[in-house]
Antibody
Framework: QVRLVQSGPEVKKPGTSVKVSCKGS????????ISWVRQAPGQGLEWMGW????????NFAQSLQGRITLTIDTSASTAYMELRSLSSDDTAVYFC????????????????????WGQGTTVIVSS | DIQMTQSPSSLSASVGDRVSIACRAS??????LVWYQQKPGKAPKLLIY???TLQSGVPSRFSGSGSGTHFTLTIDGLQPDDFATYYC??????????FGPGTKVEI
């Protein structure tokens, strides 16, 4: 069964960093990019960035530039998201998701969407 | 950046109802529109991509329509399992990928 399994909950002090892992299983890890999405309590979904698992290319949300690092360890089929200089605004559930670019649409073109999600990692930032 | 809006922000419905949720993009995204369902405490689930193509395993009571800037998710015959929050997402222009603010479907 295709899965993404994330690391456990974290409680962090303001100004520190957090690193969340996301391990893929039962699929070829390098065929699909990994996106990161977060959700603050009671709020909607915020895209954070994505990383190519084949060549390491990455893109980030403008609002997180300079604070976020995305990495991959292909030998372990694992992606990592590190967020630095945490504040209370970073309190959220963090999700990784597989970006599937092989979804065939009605016009025989291929589309992409986030088709497999991790279970989410709760990060609480509090003094 | 492409902005996504949804309406209504929430709605109340009963089992068996036909429900429609609107999603609008700030500029044309052709049919690069995805719908997700999210239940409390759970990760989102992919329902529809390419505006109208049902993801494998998603019940046929869900349908999507639209192109350009206006899109609709319809649930025909609401079931108890469908009470959730629904998000649209544009995948035409990235980065950034942008989500709508969500529509909560309540009993």
């Amino acid at each position: 069964q295709v899965r993404l399994v994330q690391s456990g909950p974290e409680v962090k002090k303001p100004g520190t960093s957090v690193k969340v892992s996301c391990k893929g299983s039962d699929y070829t890890f390098t065929r699909y990019d990994i996106s990161w999405v977060r959700q603050a309590p009671g709020q909607g979904l915020e895209w954070m960035g994505w990383i190519s698992t084949s060549n390491g290319d990455r893109n980030f949300a403008q609002s997180l530039q300079g604070r976020i690092t995305l990495t991959i360890d292909t030998s372990a089929s694992t992606a990592y998201m590190e967020l630095r200089s945490l504040s209370s605004d970073d309190t959220a559930v963090y999700f990784c998701a597989r970006r599937n670019p092989h979804l065939e649409g009605p016009d025989n073109y291929f589309y992409h969407a986030l088709d497999v999600w991790g279970q989410g990692t709760t990060v609480i930032v509090s003094s | 950046d492409i902005q996504m809006t949804q309406s209504p922000s929430s709605l109340s419905a009963s089992v068996g109802d036909r429900v429609s949720i609107a999603c609008r993009a700030s500029q044309t995204i052709h049919n690069y529109l995805v719908w997700y369902q999210q239940k409390p405490g759970k990760a989102p689930k992919l329902l529809i991509y390419a505006a109208s193509t049902l993801q494998s395993g998603v019940p046929s009571r869900f349908s999507g329509s639209g192109s350009g800037t206006h899109f609709t998710l319809t649930i025909d015959g609401l079931q108890p399992d469908d009470f959730a929050t629904y998000y649209c997402q544009q995948t035409y222009s990235s980065p950034p990928v942008t989500f709508g603010p969500g529509t909560k479907v309540e009993i």
